[in-house]
């Protein structure tokens, strides 16, 4: 059971990143999974989920209306669609179901 996670770069403000979290050894679609963030120094920032079955979704407000959260059954991986990206998005971002963290992808929001 694993989460490789890809899409992360260095991009400027306003600018838009597409983060992929392929999942492998069990079936996505059955389980709630989240995307997380860590900011340089700070702590573990829940940013947003794809509920198991139906896919309803959640998202921070410090995030809504600029990230979306998706997810392709067929390809068994999750995305996290990031519009006007801004310097404090800067993180490493990871998906996560309970105890299985994928590696993380590094995003970075410079001018």
């Known amino acids: 059971v694993q989460f490789v996670e890809s899409g992360g770069g260095l991009v400027r403000p306003g600018e838009s990143l597409r983060l992929s979290c392929a999942a492998s050894?069990?079936?996505?679609?059955?389980?709630?999974v989240s995307w997380v963030r860590q900011a340089p120094g700070k702590g573990l920032e829940w940013v947003s989920q794809?509920?198991?079955?139906?896919?309803?979704?959640g998202v921070a407000d410090s995030v809504k209306a600029r990230f979306t959260i998706s997810r392709d059954n067929a390809k068994n991986t999750l995305y996290l669609q990031m519009n006007n990206l801004k310097p404090e998005d800067t993180a490493v971002y990871y998906c996560?179901?309970?105890?299985?963290w994928g590696q993380g992808t590094q995003v970075t929001v410079s001018s």
């Open positions: 996560t179901m309970g105890s299985v």
């Open positions: 050894g069990f079936t996505l679609v059955n389980y709630t």
């Open positions: 794809v509920n198991a079955g139906s896919g309803s979704t």
